[in-house]
Every structure is written in structure tokens, then in C-alpha cells.
């Protein structure tokens, strides 16, 4: 069973991130992962790079769903006020 903490060490690990929160239960996982390396990119871009860094998890079903909030630091500083 996977841990909050070792999905978002592996994230982090794979993008730079200015701020990254992951939480979940085991198997589903939440995470707001803000990043420089969205700039430029579509949802669906962000998604897939994110998706990518735990394409192994992922293959081997050691994760089985992560719902993801993708934004950069400009989006994510006027999203807080």
C-alpha cells in the first residue's frame, strides 16, 4: 500500500515543484502540485507529465487513481487571493 508521502517524494522527484500537497487513502490519491514546468502547457500537457514521473506506479498497480490539481506559482498565487 502506498503512503501520501512516497507519491509526493516521488513527484517531487521527477518535477520541480514551488509547492506540492498529496493525500490519500492507499490506493486514491489527491494532489495540488505547483510547478514552473506548467508554464506554457494544457491541462491535459500537465496531467500527462505528471502522469509520466509515475508511469511505473501506475503499470504495476501500486496506484491506482491520483486526481490532480495542476497549476503554476502565478496560478496558484491569484487562485489564494
Same mark, same amino acid.
Given at each position: 500500500?502506498?503512503? &501520501?508521502?512516497?507519491?509526493?517524494?516521488?513527484? @517531487?522527484?521527477?518535477?520541480?515543484?514551488?509547492?506540492?500537497? /498529496?493525500? =490519500? %487513502? =492507499?490506493?486514491?490519491?489527491? @494532489?495540488?502540485? /505547483?510547478? %514552473?514546468?506548467? #508554464? =506554457?502547457?494544457?491541462? /491535459?500537457?500537465?496531467?500527462?507529465?505528471?502522469?509520466?514521473?509515475?508511469?511505473?506506479?501506475? %503499470?504495476?498497480?501500486?496506484?491506482? @487513481?491520483?486526481?490532480?490539481?495542476?497549476?503554476? &506559482?502565478?496560478?496558484?498565487? #491569484? @487562485?489564494?487571493?
Amino acid at each position: 500500500m502506498m503512503h &501520501p508521502e512516497q507519491v509526493r517524494r516521488i513527484i @517531487a522527484e521527477g518535477i520541480a515543484c514551488e509547492h506540492l500537497q /498529496v493525500a =490519500g %487513502d =492507499g490506493q486514491h490519491f489527491e @494532489a495540488l502540485i /505547483v510547478s %514552473d514546468e506548467f #508554464a =506554457g502547457k494544457s491541462r /491535459v500537457q500537465r496531467q500527462q507529465a505528471v502522469n509520466q514521473v509515475l508511469r511505473q506506479l501506475f %503499470d504495476s498497480g501500486e496506484l491506482h @487513481a491520483l486526481s490532480m490539481k495542476t497549476q503554476t &506559482p502565478e496560478e496558484w498565487s #491569484a @487562485a489564494r487571493g
